[in-house]
Antibody, heavy 117, light 110 residues
Framework: QVQLQQWGAGLLKPSETLSLTCAVY????????WSWIRQPPGKGLEWIGK???????YYNPSLKSRVTISVDTSKNQFSLRLTSVTAADTAVYYC???????????WGQGTLVTVSS | QSALTQPPSASGSPGQSVTISCTGTSSDVGGYNYVSWYQQHPGKAPNLMIYEVSKRPSGVPDRFSGSKSGNTASLTVSGLQAEDEADYYCGSYAGSNKVVFGGGTKLTVL
């Protein structure tokens, strides 16, 4: 059974850098994409980006200038960095396993990140 | 890439069928047979219900079905049950290894 467990700081000040990590337990780490998705309070899902085991990354164009997704295959983990956060970045951030066709079939538990001065 | 368009709400009585639409463009929904649907209960992570337009993952009841015509995909829930009340999101492959989601539809079981 595949499980994703994520962690990271939940309260940031404007201009700081958001950092989250997701560990994958069970299943194969290669052969899939590993994604980050966020959901502002009361709003819909927004795709942030994804990475494969080789380190190839793909980002949402609207966030590309501030986002970095990295992978550590030795630990079956992948991470998200989002720089220069503002209140608009307040959201629940999810990590997920994705197929090449885009669907996310396993999700982390979500982490609420609040940006406030 | 712009978000896919979904109606904000939908409703139906127990036992009835309800269909939720998801409209995109020829660059996403219309261009690929890679539309997925997610169910999300309050405070929970989304759960994949449909992928590749009409395929169901193991464990998803066959009351849930998906289809697509042109730039619009649809999710139909037949034989509505109380536990189907949730938010539903569509997602689509959008080319160049990118993904776009819809704004979500709140399904109410009357």
């Amino acid at each position: 059974q595949v499980q994703l467990q994520q962690w990271g700081a939940g309260l940031l000040k404007p201009s700081e850098t958001l950092s989250l990590t997701c560990a994958v337990y069970g299943g194969s780490f290669s052969g899939y994409y590993w994604s980050w998705i966020r959901q502002p309070p009361g709003k819909g899902l927004e795709w942030i980006g994804k990475i494969n085991h080789s380190g190839s990354t793909y980002y949402n164009p609207s966030l590309k200038s501030r986002v970095t997704i990295s992978v550590d295959t030795s630990k079956n983990q992948f991470s998200l960095r989002l720089t220069s956060v503002t209140a608009a970045d307040t959201a629940v951030y999810y990590c997920a396993r994705s197929a090449s066709t885009g669907e996310c079939n396993y999700w982390g538990q979500g982490t609420l990140v609040t940006v406030s001065s | 890439q712009s978000a896919l368009t979904q109606p904000p709400s939908a409703s139906g009585s127990p036992g009835q069928s309800v269909t939720i639409s998801c409209t995109g463009t020829s660059s996403d929904v219309g261009g690929y047979n890679y539309v997925s649907w997610y169910q999300q209960h309050p405070g929970k992570a989304p759960n994949l219900m449909i992928y590749e337009v009409s395929k169901r993952p193991s464990g998803v009841p066959d009351r849930f079905s998906g289809s697509k015509s042109g730039n619009t995909a649809s999710l139909t829930v037949s034989g509505l049950q109380a536990e189907d009340e949730a938010d539903y999101y569509c997602g689509s492959y959008a080319g160049s290894n990118k993904v776009v989601f819809g704004g979500g539809t709140k399904l109410t079981v009357l």
